[in-house]
């Protein structure tokens, strides 16, 4: 463990839970079942412009729902698991079958259940309203609270540190990110 800049510059995967991350946490259920949830749209943005540049984004969450499904799919994210209650067999089986060194992988959790996959990682990272053991387990804190950028922040340091973030002026929509595949 060195440098986070040096460190965070091989970076092979991002690993993000959602709720509390990609999300302000809050979740209002629907009638049949599903959720609704609030999301950031430059978070979706630094997330499907880091797919687009080749990066490898996982999601781990207990979280659930057609609409979460649908919105990751949206970004072109297509390693997730929802609905997991054993976030570090995922993680440690993600990690394996993508031939991955866990000392370059980044996972952003924000409570109890995601202290064992923080402890996994080499570059563990939380946004800035984390449960305050999630904060004393992370390298990196963000300045911004789930929901509200953090995803976007340490995706953004992570292409900077790589030479690839604004490397061209072409947006990112669900309909390149489709036809990008």
């Given at each position: 463990?060195?440098?986070?800049?040096?460190?965070?510059?091989r970076t092979e995967a991002l690993v993000f839970d959602v709720d509390g991350?990609?999300?302000?946490?809050g979740i209002v259920p629907t009638p049949d079942g599903d959720f609704i949830r609030r999301y950031n749209a430059k978070d979706g943005y630094a997330l499907g412009y880091a797919i687009r540049m080749g990066y490898k984004i996982c999601i781990i969450t207990g979280g659930r729902g057609r609409t979460l499904e649908n919105r990751l799919r949206m970004l072109?994210?297509?390693r997730f698991y929802t609905d997991c209650m054993d976030k570090i067999t995922v993680l440690r089986n993600y990690i394996r079958e993508e031939g991955?060194?866990?000392?370059?992988?980044?996972?952003?959790?924000?409570?109890?259940?995601?202290?064992?996959?923080?402890?996994?990682?080499?570059?563990p990272v939380c946004p800035a309203d984390a449960a305050s053991e999630v904060i004393e387990?992370?390298?990196?804190v963000s300045e911004?609270?789930?929901?509200?950028?953090?995803?976007?922040d340490i995706v953004e340091q992570v292409l900077r540190a790589r030479g690839d973030w604004a490397r061209n002026s072409d947006g990112v929509t669900p309909s390149s990110l489709a036809a990008s595949r």
């Amino acid at each position: 463990m060195g440098n986070f800049k040096e460190d965070i510059a091989r970076t092979e995967a991002l690993v993000f839970d959602v709720d509390g991350v990609m999300t302000d946490g809050g979740i209002v259920p629907t009638p049949d079942g599903d959720f609704i949830r609030r999301y950031n749209a430059k978070d979706g943005y630094a997330l499907g412009y880091a797919i687009r540049m080749g990066y490898k984004i996982c999601i781990i969450t207990g979280g659930r729902g057609r609409t979460l499904e649908n919105r990751l799919r949206m970004l072109g994210i297509d390693r997730f698991y929802t609905d997991c209650m054993d976030k570090i067999t995922v993680l440690r089986n993600y990690i394996r079958e993508e031939g991955l060194d866990p000392q370059n992988v980044i996972y952003m959790g924000d409570d109890i259940p995601d202290l064992e996959c923080m402890r996994e990682v080499g570059i563990p990272v939380c946004p800035a309203d984390a449960a305050s053991e999630v904060i004393e387990a992370a390298r990196y804190v963000s300045e911004f609270d789930g929901g509200a950028g953090a995803v976007r922040d340490i995706v953004e340091q992570v292409l900077r540190a790589r030479g690839d973030w604004a490397r061209n002026s072409d947006g990112v929509t669900p309909s390149s990110l489709a036809a990008s595949r």
